[in-house]
Every structure is written in C-alpha cells, then in structure tokens.
C-alpha cells in the first residue's frame, strides 16, 4: 500500500500540493498517494490524528492551522521555532516532528529560479504575520547588508523584530520615504483582497526586485504598483510553493526532488 501524505487546511479545494507532489513522486520514483483534507476550523487535531490512525506519513499544514501545527508537534526544527509555526508534520510512531519550509522555498526560488543573489542587498520585507516571521530567519542567514520590516502596525512591527535580535529595522510605511531596496517582499494578505499595501514611491531601486507572496492568474496590485515605479524584475509566489514543497518531500522521503519542472509545468496556462 502507498505511503499517505496530504495537504491539511481550510479551505483546502484550491491547494496545488496534490499537483506538486504528485509530480515530484514520479520524478523519484516514490510510491506515495497525497491529497487534500478539509479539517473543521476547530478539529485541526482530531483530523491529524484521524489521518495518523489511517497510517499516514506526514502532512503538509496551511491555513489556519500552521499555529496549532507548531503545538501539536512533539520535535521542533530550529527554522519552526524560530517561525512559531509549522507547515510540515513527519508522523514516526508516537513522534511528530515539525518544520517550516517556507523560508527555505522563498530563499531558493530567489537563489536558483530567480537568479537574486541575497548577500549585500538592502531587503525591505512587508507585513508582521506569520508569513513575515517564517521567512525572516532564512532570509538574515543570507547576510543581506540592510533588513527593514514594515507594517501598518509599527508596534507590531517592532515587536517582531525584537524577537530576532536587532538584526532587522521596523519602520512604519512612511517612515520608508527616505530609502531604497534591491529586494520588496509582500508577505501581507493584501493581494488576496485585491488592494495593495500603502507604499510610498521611491522604494524601488534601479533593478530591484519586487516579490509577492501570493499568487495566481493576474498580476497583483503590489507587482502592478512595482511595475509603475519601476522594478527591475517581477515575481509571485508561485515559485516559493514548488520550493517549500521540495524541501517538505525531502523530509518525508530522503530524497530531493528536481522543482524547475514541476514549476514549469504550473507555470502553463491551463494550471495557472
């Protein structure tokens, strides 16, 4: 019988992981079924633990339940604690060993799909949730020479980035008037509601890179705005999901599957 694995959310209908995860399986030759399960937003454990009955291997963790996620592990990865939260669950008996492999997916899509080289350049990452803080510690192992967190919220802000030792600045979104980045990261949820966040002109520097999070079949207003004010390079978050999925197939099989056809294959109209 094939090793179980699945995506674990609410609403979970639109997840690609199945995709993804299938494609890498026939990549590597791995003998595995992975699909979606909708769990109640108030039974993120009692579904986990159905599924674990089942005897399955592992899950994969997105909304809302990354927090529980990072609860209900028993082993922390230092990238899970560091994030507070957990997108990737590895089940070997009564041990359930927990990571977040966001981080590790943006750092490689910008290294390796997108060629940006991340020592020395000036980051300005926006937003404070928990997409912010997953990527954070990944990104200062980079050595950037500048990281700026920004918020609507400065004091949330400036919470965050206490926590990681002075090594990133918070401003609040007027407060970035007077600088420039090679590389914007929108790790808000604004794209998802159709509004960008209230960035001031001038952000951008020549060539910079602006990087959305999200994505899907239209450009976003965050990459529409880069575009107008001149970004050097575009990117959605399409790539980030491939990578984060190829380090979670990773944990679970021991074996690193190749992303840039499976992000290829996405990348075609009919998947878009």
Same mark, same amino acid.
Request: charged fraction near 20%.
């Given at each position: 019988?094939?090793?179980?694995?699945a995506?674990?959310?609410?609403?979970?209908?639109?997840?690609?992981?199945?995709?993804?995860?299938?494609a890498?399986?026939r990549?590597?030759?791995?003998? &595995?079924?992975?699909t979606?399960?909708?769990a109640?937003?108030?039974?993120?454990?009692?579904?986990?633990?159905?599924?674990?009955?089942r005897?399955?291997?592992?899950? $994969?963790?997105?909304?809302?339940f990354?927090?529980?996620?990072?609860?209900?592990?028993?082993?922390?990865?230092?990238?899970?604690?560091?994030?507070?939260?957990?997108?990737?669950?590895?089940?070997?008996?009564?041990?359930?060993?927990?990571? $977040?492999?966001?981080?590790?997916?943006?750092?490689?899509?910008?290294?390796?799909?997108?060629?940006?080289?991340?020592?020395?350049?000036?980051?300005?990452?926006?937003?404070?949730?928990?997409?912010?803080?997953?990527?954070?510690?990944?990104?200062?192992?980079?050595?950037?020479?500048?990281?700026?967190?920004? $918020?609507?919220?400065?004091?949330?802000?400036?919470?965050?980035?206490?926590?990681?030792?002075?090594?990133?600045?918070?401003?609040?979104?007027?407060? &970035?008037?007077?600088?420039?980045?090679?590389?914007?990261?929108?790790?808000?949820?604004?794209?998802?509601?159709?509004?960008?966040?209230?960035?001031?002109?001038?952000?951008?520097?020549?060539?910079?890179?602006?990087?959305? *999070?999200?994505?899907?079949? $239209?450009?976003t207003?965050?990459?529409?705005?880069?575009?107008?004010?001149?970004?050097?390079?575009?990117?959605?978050?399409?790539g *980030?999901?491939?990578?984060?999925?190829?380090?979670?197939?990773?944990?679970w099989?021991?074996?690193?599957?190749?992303?840039?056809?499976?992000?290829?294959? &996405?990348?075609?109209?009919?998947?878009?």
């Amino acid at each position: 019988m094939a090793d179980q694995y699945a995506v674990i959310g609410n609403p979970v209908a639109h997840s690609k992981s199945p995709l993804i995860h299938a494609a890498f399986a026939r990549q590597t030759g791995q003998d &595995l079924v992975y699909t979606r399960l909708l769990a109640p937003k108030d039974a993120f454990v009692a579904t986990a633990n159905a599924f674990r009955e089942r005897g399955g291997r592992g899950l $994969n963790v997105t909304l809302p339940f990354k927090g529980e996620a990072f609860r209900y592990a028993t082993v922390l990865s230092a990238g899970a604690r560091a994030a507070q939260a957990v997108n990737t669950l590895k089940f070997d008996g009564n041990t359930v060993f927990g990571d $977040n492999t966001d981080g590790a997916g943006l750092v490689n899509d910008l290294l390796h799909n997108l060629g940006f080289a991340l020592a020395g350049q000036r980051v300005l990452l926006l937003g404070s949730g928990g997409a912010a803080r997953g990527v954070i510690e990944p990104l200062l192992q980079q050595k950037p020479a500048q990281f700026v967190l920004a $918020n609507r919220t400065p004091d949330k802000a400036r919470q965050l980035a206490e926590d990681f030792r002075g090594a990133i600045e918070a401003r609040s979104y007027d407060a &970035l008037a007077d600088g420039q980045f090679d590389l914007v990261i929108n790790a808000t949820s604004a794209s998802l509601a159709g509004e960008l966040p209230p960035l001031p002109p001038g952000v951008f520097a020549h060539g910079a890179l602006a990087y959305d *999070m999200m994505y899907g079949r $239209n450009e976003t207003p965050f990459l529409a705005f880069a575009r107008d004010q001149g970004a050097g390079q575009l990117a959605d978050g399409l790539g *980030m999901l491939v990578e984060q999925a190829a380090v979670s197939f990773f944990i679970w099989r021991g074996i690193r599957p190749d992303s840039a056809p499976v992000l290829q294959l &996405l990348r075609q109209p009919q998947d878009a």
